[in-house]
């Protein structure tokens, strides 16, 4: 990384009010190349950066993807959201999915099922609960995440890896202003057209929006959007906390009237900032955070 670049993530990421560890360990998902890999340069190698808590630990880890489309991934949403996790004693990892143009559906839901896998595979060694592994997607990140909560195995019993052996189901998912559907007409154009292409199927389209896929072992959720939100339309959100209700699974869905779209944290917001409070307290719910 450029001096200049590395300047201006520690600047993005001070600005929030996060003492970010920029050093924080990188590991990558598979020791190997990632299945359907293109080349070895670092778009091709999906990745975790740990975080861990400050103080005295929960046992319990989530993993962050950010958003950004499918055509990058947003800095706000990473590292300064891995902090804020740490400091309520959750072992946090920032996921670095795969992205347009060099690669399409489904190479993000499998980094974060391996992802996942990983994070148990070697939860003694992280110092986690191998039953507390949620993730936690914004944006193009809650298509991610959203994708994890909908579409996952037991893993294969055979497998020449170990960590292939276990269960790619999260414990828990929280999005926030998540993209959802890739059906018109409120599906997000752009993280569309990056993850399917220019003109998909119906089938394509179906197979990728998520709320079509939510059954009763969808793990409980917990959902934030803006009425307004002018780029993921809130139905998004709607639209999966309903197939949410319809199969049982537990959810709750925080819509605030107003605010940007991206706006992460919300620092800056004193409305939409609660949702960290009360993203807090449905995590101590679940058993991820103390009392």
């Known amino acids: 990384m450029r001096i ?29 190349a990632a299945p359907g890999a293109r080349g070895s340069d670092g778009q091709d190698v999906p ?18 993807c950010p958003g950004g489309s499918y055509e990058h991934l947003s800095v706000r949403e990473g590292p300064p959201v891995a902090q804020w996790l740490s400091s309520m004693g959750i072992t946090s990892f920032v996921l670095k999915y795969r992205i347009s143009p060099q690669y399409h559906y489904p190479a993000a839901t499998q980094d974060v099922q391996r992802a996942i896998r990983l994070v148990r595979s070697r939860a003694s060694q992280w110092n986690v609960d191998a039953n507390r592994i949620g993730v936690l997607g914004f944006s193009a990140g809650g298509h991610v995440a959203s994708s994890a909560a909908t579409s996952f ?22 999005l926030i202003y998540p993209v959802i559907t890739m059906v018109d007409p409120y ?19 179906q197979l990728a929006s998520t709320d079509l896929h ?38 709750e869905l925080h819509i605030f009237p107003h605010g940007r779209h991206g706006f992460a944290l919300a620092s800056d917001d004193p409305q939409l900032s609660q949702w960290t409070a009360l993203a807090a307290a449905w995590l101590q719910t679940h058993g991820f955070v103390n009392k």
């Open 4 to 32: 200049s670049a590395l300047f201006a993530a520690f600047f993005t990421l001070t600005a929030c009010g996060c003492q970010c560890r920029v050093n924080a360990p990188t590991i990558r998902l598979w020791d190997g």
């Open 47 to 64: 990745t975790l950066t740990l975080y861990r808590p400050a103080g005295k630990a929960t046992g319990a880890a989530i993993i962050v």
């Open 153 to 174: 195995d037991p893993g294969q019993p055979d497998a020449p890896d170990p960590a292939d052996r276990i269960s790619s189901r999260p414990d828990a998912v929280l």
């Open 187 to 205: 599906a997000h154009a752009r993280s569309r057209k990056n993850l399917l292409g220019d003109h998909p199927d119906v089938q394509l389209e």
């Open 214 to 251: 939510v059954t009763a072992k969808t793990p409980p959720c917990f959902l934030v959007h803006t009425s307004d939100d002018k780029t993921v339309p809130v139905e998004n959100s709607l639209q999966f906390f309903q197939a949410c209700r319809a199969n049982n699974v537990p959810a």
